[in-house]
């Protein structure tokens, strides 16, 4: 069904594209000096300022790190956006993760990230060495099964990530230690604002070890970014499969007359007619894989959806009715390397529209 004037504007208005960092890595790459890039639809970054670290990118958001000898040291993994949107525009955040975590002295295992207009870094901290960070005390917050004390703190004429700046930092701080768990990310924002401690146009999240005039090492072995889902304790929709990349489609590159972010029946994107498509680009480091779409049809209609790697189609995803449902395509040859992964729509009669979720790589 071809959307209506109305609609075809909103989809224009809500309608974005994530500029990625250029570089790419392989799977297993290992890094020693600065370096940002991207990896299996997750955005890295390791920065210091001196000293000896080695930061090994595994699959997924999955990373290790190890540092001696540092002054500051951050190893994190996660998503960086264009400093356009606030985060109630981009939509629910929710991380899972799992580490383990051997601080050897300073050090951090924390959500991290920064906004823009305000510039404000921020940290959401379940786990830390010998130091327990602190500030202007602004109460306390209990989500995902703890409780977090809120701290406000300002940094004068300190790096930043648009350079030497005056910039306030807010801080959640766990009252118990834990190194796995969820961490619903736009609930500390929420409660933030609430206390008025205002966040500008989001710039990062990710998951971060970070250390300081310390030595250690980490090993985060989950590292599930989720965009979309419900709030309130993190995603509604199904966790990734063991060893799955799980990529929400709203994080995605998007083409086409009326491609569009939907926030029901799930925070998705929406592909109206012919030629809409979303896309990314994933490092494959073997040659097969299954691919698994959420998604629904806007009606009793069934909702097709192409998947094409490297502009070759691999098959079709088929949404029947307006109940969201996971279809897989097994077997799929993706051959090694850089690929650019498209979800696109070619078979539209204007009968029927396709919401999707997610994409998940196995």
């Known amino acids: 069904m071809k959307p209506t004037k109305k609609k075809m504007i909103m989809a224009f208005l809500l309608c974005f594209t994530l500029a990625l960092p250029a570089g790419i890595a392989n799977a297993a790459t290992t890094l020693t000096s600065n370096a940002t890039g991207t990896q299996d639809g997750y955005d890295y970054e390791l920065w ?3 000293g000896t670290t080695s930061m090994t990118l595994n699959a997924g958001g999955a990373f290790s790190a190890s540092w001696s000898g540092i002054n500051n040291a951050l190893f994190r993994k996660g998503k960086k956006f264009d400093a356009t949107q606030t985060h109630q525009q981009i ?10 975590f051997n601080p050897g002295g300073n050090s ?6 920064w906004t823009k207009s305000s510039l404000v870094e921020y940290y959401i901290m379940d786990n830390w060495g010998t130091y327990r960070p602190s500030g202007t005390n602004k109460g306390t917050f209990t989500v995902d099964g703890g409780t977090y004390d809120i701290y406000v703190s300002t940094r004068t004429n300190q790096p930043s990530i648009e350079g030497t700046a005056t910039f306030q930092q807010y801080w959640s701080i766990r009252q118990s230690k834990r190194s796995s768990g969820t961490i619903s990310v736009s609930e ?3 409660k933030w604002e609430s206390l008025g401690m205002s966040l500008g146009k989001l710039y990062e999240v990710a998951m971060t070890v970070e250390g300081y005039q310390s030595s250690g090492n980490a090993d985060v072995t989950t590292n599930v970014l989720t965009i979309g889902g419900s709030s309130g304790g993190g995603t509604t929709t199904p966790p990734p499969s063991s060893g799955a990349t799980k990529i929400e489609t709203e994080s995605m590159s998007k083409s086409g007359q009326y491609t569009g972010n939907i ?8 592909l109206y007619a012919n030629n809409d498509l979303v896309k990314t680009t994933q490092n494959f480091t073997t040659g097969t894989h299954s691919f698994s ?3 629904a049809s806007n009606n009793s209609s069934t909702a097709k959806v192409d998947l094409k790697i490297g502009g070759v189609t691999k098959g079709t995803f088929s949404f029947s009715g307006t109940t969201p449902s996971v279809q897989t395509i097994s077997n799929v040859s993706t051959g090694t390397g850089n690929q650019e992964i498209q979800l696109v729509v070619t078979t539209d009669t204007g009968q029927w529209d396709a919401f999707l979720d997610y994409l998940e790589i196995n």
């Open 263 to 270: 926030s029901s029946p799930f925070s998705g994107v929406a």
């Open 293 to 295: 779409l959420r998604g």
């Open 188 to 190: 500390h924002f929420k």
């Open 108 to 113: 951090y295992l924390t959500v991290y990230g």
């Open 91 to 100: 939509g629910n955040i929710s991380i899972n993760y799992a580490a383990t």
């Open 48 to 50: 210091k300022d001196s």
